[in-house]
């Protein structure tokens, strides 16, 4: 059970805005907040290195509190600056081949699809879509027939796009790569924190996320699971740096036996500090909870706004996350926005840019207003977002 009077009391921003940006960047917890001011001023008191060595065994509780929160362990944490530069490490190590086949979907992070697109460039290789289904996203069918047909090099999914509510099944889609022998890729960047993740379950190689979305953590911080099979084919980012590696002799290195061979030395200390909290904040609140909450808050949003006026609810699939996409006959996301923003709402813009392929199919033009919540908003927020959105429409 929730106790929503401490979980907000612990959330200074509430006392603010209206927050329903969480799919952005989530309002980080007084404990986050405070683990990263007290080793910034750390750092001014005895100088960045010594800091760093005071408080080396609670920057090491970064890999054990994130590997917590994907059911695996510490040696397969790495940390990275944000969730595209933990893909593009995880992308860079991969032989890529002429010809090689990189099989995504329609519904795939736009930064991703640009990776995709730059190695076709470069290197040949051959980016081919799976069909959709309009229960599940991308089609496990096609996919799997696909695999069969293609051998891809590489098989990469979103778990929950940034511009939709829908869910992928990442453990359907992880069960053919295991049982056809190729590596997966899954960008669970806006699943972790609001929907459990198990990479027993996934069977992924690769998985990055970042931590200030639904985990409630700081920007400028990310991570990347790798899988033992990674490890043991000795995969290692392009640029491997001296914490990836040791120099061995003038012309020879040796790799970091566990998942750090994929980290750069220097990462924020102060900012994987308060990672650690907010991932330890999440665990201890319980990720299934959260789940549920966020279920139950979007399921009675979503059913408000499709009462409105002219508002079209835009998200599809049978199971939907904390992600909520709208366009307004009437209105701009834009200006939908920027009047929600003048009573203190927060709510965000997927542009068109962003999801060429879902809001072409949508008839979406520019953007459409994306809505958030997060388990720490109360059904009396969701009664004045609507309210508020409604006056916007007139």
Known sequence: MLDLTALRSDTPGTQHVLHVNNAGASLMPQSVVEAITAHITLEAEIGGYEAAEVQKTAIQDFYAATADLLNTTADHIAAAGNATDAYARALSSIPFRRDDVILTTNNDYVSNQIAFLSLQQRYGVQVVRAANDPATGVSVEDMANKIKALRPRLVAVTHVPTNSGLIQPVEAIGQLCREYDVLYLVDACQSV????????????????????????????????????????????????????????????????PTAKRFEIWEIPRALTLGAAEAHRYALNVGIEVIADRNAALCAKLRTALAQLPSIRLLDEGDQLASIITLSSDCKSAADLKAALSKERINTSLSTHGAAILDFDRKGVKTAALRISPHYFNTSKEITTLVDALNQALK
């Open 193 to 256: 924190g609001q929907l459990p993740v198990d990479i027993d379950k996934i069977q992924c190689d690769f998985l990055t996320a970042t931590c200030r979305k639904f985990l409630r953590g700081p920007r400028g911080m990310g991570f990347l699971y790798v899988s033992d099979k990674v490890l043991a084919a000795n995969l290692a980012p392009l640029f491997v740096d001296l914490n990836g590696a040791s120099w061995e002799s003038a012309d020879a290195y040796r790799l970091e």
